[in-house]
C-alpha cells in the first residue's frame, strides 16, 4: 500500500469497520453486503479481457447482453438457492454493484426496475399470476415505454394511441405521428420481446388519458419484429452506451383486451370505461423509482468521493514552502473544499433516502386503506428530492473529477463514466426543472392554505405557517 | 427574528428562506394576475423563482432530515465515531449556508459578523477533517473492482495503475501502427 495512504490510515481517530457497519445498519448487514459483493465478483462477469471503452458501439452493447444474462442466470440461482426475493435484485442489479459489473449500462435492467413492479403495481391478480412467473424466470423480457420523441415529463401529452374495438374484444395501437414514437426505453431496441406501453386509451369515441398496456414486440422463437411494429437503437449518447436504448412505432398493432392492466381502471367487453379510484395510483411505480434513484445517488458519490479522496492522499505537488517537500494535494484546503463536501452528501442524501423511503411505504400503506391524504405530500417531496439529489451528484462527480486533474480526464479513472450515468438522473424519470415545478405546486397551494388558515399543513411544509416568512415579508 | 449561528439556527433560517421565497412567488403571481396576465402565464413569468423555492424548501428538509437522523444513528456509536459524524453534518449545513448566503442575507437577519464567524467556522471543519478524510471514504468499504478506478483502488498505487491501464490500449499492441507505411511516411517523403 501506498506509504501516504497509509499513514493516513494509521492516523485516522475513529473506527472505520464501526462506520461501516453504520452506514450499512449494522454488522450483519456489512456481512451480507460482503457476501453478496463476494459472490457475484468471484463470477468474474465483470472482467473484460479488452476495456470496453475500447470497443465499438455494436461490441460493447453484445458484451453488455452478454454480462446481463450471465449476471441474471447467477441471480436466478440465487432464486433458486436461497429463495431470493426482489431486494436481492435491487441488490445485485442496482447501485454499485449492477454498475460495477455492467459499467456502461444494462439492457435488461428495465426489465427488473420498471416491467415486473409495474405489472405487480397495476395488473390485476390473474394478470399478475399469468405474467410475473414468465418475466421472474426470464422466459420473457419486458422493458416500459413511456417517453415519446415528442414528449417526455409531461405525460398527458403523450400521443401514441390505444383503441378499443368491441368487435374482436381487441385494442389498436398506432403512433398517429413520428413525434408520438417511443424514444428512450432501456432494452428496446433489440433486446425486450415484451413491454409495457404508455398510451391514450379511447373507447366509445371518448379519450380516457393515459393507460398500461403490454405488447409483444418480437416473436419468442425467431425475435423478429411482429407485424406493425417499427422497433430500433436510437444511437449513441453521452455515456449509458450499453442500455440499448430503443425507438418504438405502431401500425395498428391489436393486442387482447386483458393486455391492459386494469388494477386501477377497467374497460369491459363491450367498451364500458371504468374509472380508477384516484388517478394519482397510477404514480406508484414512478416513486418506487424516484426514491431508488436518491439512492444510487449515494452510491455513485460516495465512489467518486472514494476515488479523489484517496488519490489525493497520495498525489504530491507543488511546494507549500520553499524549504519543504511537495506536500500531498489533500493539504491545500482548496482541494479539501471540493472534496469533503461530498463525503458528507453521501450520508446526507442516505438517511434523507431511508427517510423518503419509510414515508413512502407508510404512505403507501395508507393507499391501500383509501387514504390519499399525504399522496400529494409525497409526491412533492419525492420530485425535489429526485432533482436536488441528481443535480447534487452530478456537481460533487464532476468536482471529483476536476479534483484530480488530468488524471481524472482519464476514463480508466472511471470518474467520466460515472458522469456520464450520473448526469443522465438529472433527465430521466422526471426532468429537473419540470419536477422542482411540479413540487411549487404543492407548495403554492400549502402557502394559500396556511394564509387562508384553512386545516393543518401536512408534516414537511408545516413551517410555512410556523415561520414568519422572513424579513422581506 | 435574530439570527442564531448555530446548526439549528441554520436549519431553521432555511426554512425562513424557503417560506419566504415561496410568499415571494405567490406574490408575484397575485401581482402579475392583477396586472391581466392569466394565471398559467403569470405562472411561468414567475417559474425560475419557484423552481428555486422549490430547491429551497427541499434543501431545508434534506438539511433538517440528516441533523435529526444523525443524531438519533450516532446514539449507539463510539466517541470518536460521533464526532467525526457530528463534525460531518455540521460541514454540510455550513458549506450550504454559505453556498445560499444570498438568500439568507435577503430573508433572514444574518449579518456580516456572523457570515465571518460560518466562514471561520468552515474551514476550522475542513481542519479538523483532514486527518479522517481517507478513513471517511474507506467507511464507504466499496470494493476495487466496484469502484473500477486506477485512481483510487485500496492500495493507492494509482501511477502503477495508470500505466497498466495505459497499456491495455489495443493501439500499444504493437510498436508501429500500421498508419504510418499507409500516410505518414508516404508524407514525410513527398508522395502523399
Known amino acids: 500500500v501506498n506509504g501516504d495512504l497509509q499513514r493516513e490510515r494509521d492516523n485516522c481517530t475513529f473506527s472505520v469497520t464501526e462506520l461501516t457497519n453504520l452506514i450499512d445498519g449494522d454488522a450483519q448487514k456489512t456481512e451480507e453486503r460482503k457476501q453478496r459483493e463476494e459472490m457475484v465478483l468471484k463470477e468474474g462477469i465483470h472482467l473484460e479481457p479488452v476495456p470496453a471503452v475500447y470497443l465499438s458501439h455494436k461490441e460493447k452493447y453484445e458484451l453488455a447482453v452478454k454480462k446481463s444474462c450471465a449476471l441474471f442466470k447467477m441471480i436466478k440461482r440465487l432464486q433458486e438457492e436461497e429463495n431470493a426475493g426482489m431486494e436481492n435484485y435491487m441488490a445485485v442489479l442496482g447501485g454499485s454493484l449492477g454498475s460495477a459489473i455492467l459499467g456502461d449500462g444494462n439492457p435488461i435492467t428495465l426489465h427488473y426496475v420498471m416491467f415486473i413492479p409495474t405489472i405487480m403495481g397495476q395488473g390485476t391478480v390473474e394478470q399478475q399470476a399469468y405474467w410475473i412467473g414468465r418475466a421472474f424466470n426470464l422466459n420473457i423480457i419486458g422493458t416500459y415505454a413511456q417517453t415519446e420523441l415528442g414528449h417526455g415529463t409531461f405525460i398527458r401529452g403523450l400521443e401514441t394511441t390505444a383503441t378499443y374495438d368491441p368487435s374482436t374484444k381487441e385494442f389498436v395501437l398506432n403512433s398517429p405521428t413520428l413525434t408520438s414514437y417511443k424514444w428512450w426505453p432501456g432494452g428496446l431496441a433489440h433486446t425486450a420481446n415484451y413491454c409495457i406501453v404508455m398510451a391514450q386509451l379511447y373507447t366509445q369515441g371518448k379519450c380516457h388519458g393515459i393507460h398500461p398496456f403490454i405488447v409483444q414486440l418480437r416473436d419468442e422463437e425467431s425475435h423478429m419484429p411482429l407485424r406493425g411494429i417499427k422497433v430500433g437503437e436510437i444511437g449513441a449518447k453521452l455515456g449509458m452506451n450499453g442500455t440499448n436504448n430503443g425507438f418504438l412505432g405502431f401500425e395498428n398493432v391489436r393486442i387482447p383486451r386483458d393486455h391492459m392492466l386494469m388494477k386501477n381502471s377497467k374497460v369491459l367487453e363491450d367498451g364500458t370505461y371504468v374509472n380508477a379510484p384516484n388517478s394519482k395510483l397510477t404514480y406508484g411505480t414512478m416513486m418506487f423509482v424516484r426514491v431508488m434513484i436518491v439512492n444510487d445517488m449515494c452510491n455513485y458519490i460516495a465512489k467518486a468521493v472514494t476515488i479523489a479522496t484517496r488519490y489525493s492522499a497520495i498525489r504530491r505537488q507543488s511546494k507549500m514552502k520553499p524549504d519543504e517537500p511537495e506536500p500531498q494535494i489533500i493539504d491545500f484546503l482548496t482541494q479539501r473544499h471540493k472534496l469533503f463536501i461530498g463525503i458528507a452528501s453521501v450520508h446526507a442524501f442516505k438517511l434523507s433516502s431511508e427517510w423518503i423511503w419509510n414515508m413512502y411505504n407508510n404512505v403507501t400503506a395508507e393507499l391501500e386503506s383509501g387514504d390519499l391524504e399525504r399522496l400529494p405530500e409525497l409526491h412533492a417531496l419525492s420530485c425535489c428530492l429526485k432533482a436536488v439529489s441528481t443535480a447534487d451528484a452530478a456537481e460533487c462527480v464532476e468536482r471529483c473529477r476536476l479534483a484530480c486533474g488530468g488524471h481524472g480526464y482519464m476514463l480508466s479513472s472511471n470518474l467520466p463514466l460515472m458522469y456520464g450515468l450520473v448526469t443522465a438522473a438529472c433527465t430521466y424519470e422526471g426532468e429537473n426543472t419540470v419536477m422542482l415545478l411540479q413540487t411549487a405546486r404543492y407548495l403554492v397551494k400549502s402557502w394559500h392554505q396556511a394564509r387562508q388558515d384553512s386545516g393543518t399543513l401536512t408534516p414537511t411544509v408545516s413551517y410555512i405557517g410556523r415561520v414568519a416568512s422572513g424579513r422581506r415579508m | ?192
Not at chain 2, 439549528?8 to 392583477?34: D, L, M, P, S, T
Not at chain 2, 430547491?55 to 433538517?64: D, N, T, V, Y
Not at chain 2, 464507504?140 to 495503475?161: P, V
Request: proline share 3%.
Open chain 2, 1 to 192: 427574528p435574530p439570527w442564531d449561528n448555530t446548526i439549528e439556527g441554520i436549519i431553521e433560517g432555511f426554512h425562513v428562506v424557503a417560506a419566504g421565497k415561496i410568499g415571494v412567488c405567490v406574490n408575484q403571481i397575485e401581482k402579475r394576475q392583477k396586472a391581466g396576465l392569466c394565471y398559467e402565464d403569470a405562472w411561468n413569468m414567475t417559474s425560475v423563482q419557484l423552481a428555486s423555492a422549490s430547491e429551497a424548501h427541499c434543501r431545508a428538509i434534506i438539511l433538517a432530515t440528516y441533523f435529526k437522523e444523525t443524531q438519533i444513528r450516532v446514539d449507539s456509536a463510539s466517541p470518536a465515531l460521533k464526532q467525526v459524524l457530528l463534525q460531518l453534518v455540521d460541514l454540510y449545513v455550513v458549506y450550504w449556508a454559505l453556498a445560499r448566503l444570498g438568500d439568507l442575507l435577503r430573508f433572514t437577519s444574518i449579518s456580516e459578523r456572523d457570515v465571518e464567524q460560518l466562514q471561520s467556522w468552515y474551514e476550522d471543519l475542513l481542519n479538523k477533517l483532514r486527518v479522517n478524510a481517507v478513513g471517511l471514504v474507506d467507511g464507504f468499504d466499496i470494493r476495487d473492482e466496484i469502484l473500477n478506478s486506477a485512481l483510487g483502488a485500496f492500495d493507492g498505487r494509482a501511477y502503477e495503475r495508470l500505466m497498466e491501464e495505459a497499456m491495455k490500449s489495443p493501439l500499444n499492441a504493437e510498436p508501429v501502427n500500421k498508419s504510418f507505411h499507409d500516410y505518414l511516411k508516404p508524407l514525410m517523403q513527398g508522395k502523399l
